[in-house]
């Protein structure tokens, strides 16, 4: 049953509901009350036969409509548009005419209101223009016979118009409130349609697929455990995908080395399900493992565990590039898993063909947990770690190229520059001194001249060497272009500068140069300014700066040369 026939079949028990209670009133009104009436007169004799004969004639369309819906010729336009006005003006009939209470109004809006929902808020706005239409035109005919028959004022007619009026302006609000709700309903019912449609596809769908799963289960029925050996390989394989999706992923987005291998080290826990992972990588400088990423959280467990990992049996993993499995773990034997009830362990080196990392360990409380598909899966993880590692080292030394000079070593001018501005803006927030100097080597194109290129490349090199060994850890040395160099001193003021800088000089002037065939020795002449003794700006203490190594130069070189104070 659609939403018509269930709006419709509604309306029709009410109607009959309406038509029962209007015939009660009106014989309780007819037969008792008006009794009297009826012994004495003719007429209301007459009245009352007609009355009943009308109601008769309502009962029969009654029944007639009942019987086209039933056979759906109301779902037809015009005869449902067409009931529809009839059985309005029947209404306005027999509330003008037969007098059958107000409570009929209900009637005519409960009307609009079933063709509002049904078929939206045009045709029941329509509706209710129509049924006003007839009821004023009833309302006139009655009100003239009466004006005529009884003298009733004018006043009246128009009392009662204002009134009709505004009863049915209401019934319009009802027409396009209920209009809303059948839009509403409308969409909702398409999108359930739609829904209903993709399920059923989908159902089909799903039924097809079953079939075919039933035949290849038949197919197959005599080789269950074939099957299952299959089933769980493509489970790992899921797993190993998503593993190395998850791992790509990471290595495409996090930079940052510590915070890349402890999400690699969260994501083996998790594929694993083991209960200790931890990632160990061999320190250069000191020769020994560190634990790098783990997600052991006691201090005394870890402290156990870092004390204990440089033992022979790590570091072959990670030397000769072979796994190690131990499903029955000794705390004796191992004492790094000591404190932890380690019962099954796993190892596998952290190697790229060019570097040896370190190594993964992964442990787990339960005995026999692990067997050689979750060492192969380790494995894999494992060199997708190392591609992670490789990829790190590749960055930053491509961030140092980026930075560094490639003659000297230390920091280019571009590099200096965005130094100089973010320490000018703390040196501003914080108001605390900023230094800079600014120096380059006397007569270096004789240098050139006489001893070829490669030479005063060498003394460049030289120099670069000897200043950045005399330098605070926060002070910035960069080449700021040919034979020139610039420093900056975070924190110093301007005779402090002047101390530092008339120190390096000297050490500069004490300084040899030499190869196979030349020696020779360099002055170097200084600039210094100082925010805020000399500059309030960045290109103020640039400009400055360079001012006083111009003064330098111009007062003979190899000598240090202060920029002119702001108060001077």
Same mark, same amino acid.
């Given at each position: 049953m659609n939403k018509y026939q269930r709006y419709e079949t509604m309306f029709i028990k009410m109607t009959w509901i309406f038509l029962t209670i209007g015939t009660g009133f009106f014989l309780l009104n007819e037969l008792v009350f008006n009794a009297d009436m009826i012994r004495e007169g003719k007429e209301v004799v007459f009245s009352t036969i007609w009355k009943l004969f009308f109601g008769l004639v309502v009962f029969i369309l009654q029944f007639l409509k009942l019987i086209f819906f039933k056979k759906e010729i109301l779902d037809k336009p015009l005869f449902y548009y067409t009931n529809r006005v009839v059985w309005l003006l029947i209404i306005s009939f027999s509330i003008i005419f037969i007098n059958v209470g107000s409570w009929s109004y209900v009637v005519i809006l409960f009307t609009i209101i079933v063709t509002s929902l049904s078929k939206g808020s045009k045709p029941g706005v329509i509706l209710a223009i129509c049924s006003f239409v007839i009821h004023s035109a009833f309302t006139f005919i009655a009100f003239s016979y009466r004006i005529k028959l009884l003298g009733l004022l004018s006043l009246d007619i128009v009392e009662n118009f204002l009134i009709l009026v505004f009863l049915y302006f209401m019934f319009v609000l009802f027409a396009v409130f209920c209009g809303m709700i059948f839009k509403d309903s409308t969409e909702n019912e398409k999108e359930n349609k739609h829904l209903m449609e993709q399920l059923e596809e989908k159902y089909l769908q799903l039924e097809v697929a079953q079939e075919e799963i039933k035949h290849q289960?038949?197919?197959?029925? &005599?080789?269950?455990?074939?099957?299952?050996?299959?089933?769980?390989?493509?489970?790992?394989?899921?797993?190993?995908?998503?593993?190395?999706?998850?791992?790509?992923?990471?290595?495409?987005?996090?930079?940052?080395?510590?915070?890349?291998?402890?999400?690699?080290?969260?994501?083996?826990?998790?594929?694993?399900?083991?209960?200790?992972?931890?990632?160990?990588?061999?320190?250069?400088?000191?020769?020994?493992?560190?634990?790098?990423?783990?997600?052991? #959280?006691?201090?005394?467990?870890?402290?156990?565990?870092?004390?204990?990992? @440089?033992?022979?049996?790590?570091?072959?993993?990670?030397?000769?590039?072979?796994?190690?499995?131990?499903?029955?773990?000794?705390? @004796?034997?191992?004492?790094?898993?000591?404190?932890?009830?380690?019962?099954?362990?796993?190892?596998?080196?952290?190697? #790229?063909?060019?570097?040896?990392?370190?190594?993964?360990?992964?442990?787990?409380?339960?005995?026999?947990?692990?067997?050689?598909?979750?060492?192969?899966?380790?494995?894999?993880?494992?060199?997708?770690?190392?591609?992670?590692?490789?990829?790190?080292?590749?960055?930053?030394?491509?961030?140092?190229?980026?930075?560094?000079?490639?003659? #000297?070593?230390?920091?280019?001018?571009q590099y200096f520059q965005q130094r100089l501005e973010s320490e000018f803006l703390s040196a501003q927030k914080g108001n605390y001194p900023l230094s800079t100097a600014i120096f380059d080597i006397d007569h270096f194109k004789k240098f050139n001249d006489t001893f070829g290129h490669m030479f005063g490349d060498k003394v460049l090199k030289a120099i670069a060497d000897a200043v950045?060994?005399?330098?605070?850890?926060?002070?910035?040395?960069?080449?700021?272009?040919?034979?020139?160099?610039?420093?900056?001193?975070?924190?110093?003021?301007? @005779?402090?500068?002047?101390?530092?800088?008339?120190?390096?000089?000297?050490?500069?002037?004490?300084?040899?140069?030499?190869?196979?065939?030349? #020696?020779?020795?360099?002055?170097?002449?200084? &600039?210094?300014?100082?925010?805020?003794?000399?500059?309030?700006?960045?290109?103020?203490?640039?400009?400055?700066?360079?001012?006083?190594?111009?003064?330098?130069?111009?007062?003979?070189?190899?000598?240090v040369k202060v920029a002119r104070r702001l108060l001077e």
């Open positions: 289960y038949e197919k197959l029925k &005599g080789a269950n455990q074939k099957l299952e050996d299959i089933n769980k390989r493509l489970s790992v394989s899921i797993a190993e995908f998503y593993t190395l999706q998850q791992i790509s992923q990471a290595i495409s987005s996090i930079l940052d080395i510590g915070e890349l291998l402890k999400y690699l080290n969260d994501i083996i826990i998790g594929v694993m399900g083991v209960n200790y992972s931890t990632i160990i990588l061999f320190d250069d400088g000191s020769g020994r493992l560190k634990v790098q990423a783990t997600n052991i #959280t006691s201090l005394d467990e870890l402290a156990v565990l870092s004390d204990n990992i @440089n033992n022979n049996m790590l570091r072959q993993v990670m030397e000769n590039g072979e796994h190690f499995l131990e499903n029955n773990a000794d705390q @004796n034997k191992y004492p790094f898993t000591q404190g932890r009830e380690v019962s099954s362990l796993m190892c596998v080196p952290l190697n #790229t063909k060019s570097r040896k990392y370190g190594l993964v360990l992964v442990e787990h409380k339960l005995s026999f947990a692990f067997d050689e598909d979750n060492v192969r899966l380790l494995d894999i993880i494992s060199q997708q770690v190392g591609i992670a590692m490789e990829n790190a080292d590749l960055y930053h030394k491509m961030q140092e190229l980026a930075t560094k000079d490639g003659l #000297t070593g230390i920091y280019n001018r950045s060994v005399s330098l605070r850890k926060n002070d910035i040395f960069a080449r700021y272009g040919g034979e020139e160099f610039i420093l900056l001193f975070p924190g110093t003021n301007l @005779n402090d500068a002047y101390e530092k800088v008339e120190v390096l000089r000297k050490m500069v002037g004490q300084h040899i140069v030499k190869d196979s065939l030349v #020696t020779a020795s360099v002055t170097v002449s200084f &600039g210094v300014s100082s925010f805020n003794e000399c500059a309030l700006s960045e290109n103020e203490l640039l400009r400055s700066v360079d001012d006083a190594l111009y003064d330098a130069k111009a007062s003979g070189r190899n000598c």
